[in-house]
């Protein structure tokens, strides 16, 4: 054999090896998309109820959303959400300390109980600050 058959022979095993590392990077980036769920904590927003604009947010999400996640994703949310001075909102966070540090199941769909939840009322209605402090009782109230 020939120095270059030799040559492109060694070219082309080069060539198969890179685009099988760019198909194995694709598929990873495919199978999080796909399974979101599993690798990050989704917010979730819950009005309180229909007489009042508060809303309760917590984060659910697959065994990599244990409370540390949880809290991450419910400030930033609540920090993209709402634009500081533009929005005037009050929140506060609360933690359920009956749960351990990772709580969520993966059998079934069953993520259980949020580690970490808030309330978010509108500054400027005093009702719902009134009632803002009533859920938050101990916790701090913070605005933005």
Known sequence: M???????????????ICLLAIAAVEYFKYSTKIHYDWFHCTPVYEPISSANNIQRVFAVGGPSCDKRGQFKTIIKRIGR??????????????????????????????????GYYAYIASTGDDDDMEKLADLCQSASIYNI
């Open 2 to 16: 020939d120095p270059l058959t030799k040559r492109f022979i060694v070219l082309f095993e080069y060539t198969v």
């Open 81 to 114: 959400d709402y634009p500081v001075n533009t929005e005037r909102k009050s929140f506060c966070v609360i933690e359920d300390k009956s749960l351990p540090y990772k709580h969520y199941p993966v059998e079934n769909g069953n993520k259980g109980n949020p």
